[in-house]
């Protein structure tokens, strides 16, 4: 008799067990560390984001929507600190902010003149450019040096290679 109580109360255990936590939600014990790692990594980024928003005073955002002189100066110093946050944020944010910088219909002006430059050149861009040798320049401490020359030089050569047309052959591309 007590090893059927026993034996009905460890089902009982499982059945309340299971349906607290049913099978395969929770992560099996040998992923416990990995697991625990890769939502470090995770915070540690989110706070890095957060901490870039408080950084450019984008927390909190209270968007002006007055049609004076002064909210609008008010929204572009905004939409600059957005597109500097954005920047800093990394690649995919910076996609993320030429994406917006075609919805007229989300954003004022101000926001999209100053996310539009997203679309220009961008600081990585260019010292891939220095790495790869295509562009002139000198690495001093942490930051690559050019002059306006050079870069001059760099892109009449990508207007040269356009205009050479399709069936000129160049083994590098013509586009950045």
Known sequence: MQLGIILLGAVGFLVVAELAVPQGSMPRPDQWIPGIRRSAGRARRY???VGIAFRHRLVPFKPNTDHTS?????????????KAALEEAGGAFVKLG?????????LPTEFIEELAKLFDVQENTVRNLFKAGKLQGRKLARRWYTTEEHLRAYFDQQETDLED???HDHTEPACL
């Open 98 to 106: 030429q994406v917006l910088s075609t919805r007229e219909d989300i």
């Open 70 to 82: 002064a909210a609008s100066a008010e929204r572009a110093l905004a939409a600059r600190a957005l």
């Open 47 to 49: 706070s890095q984001l």
């Open 165 to 167: 047309g399709p069936d």
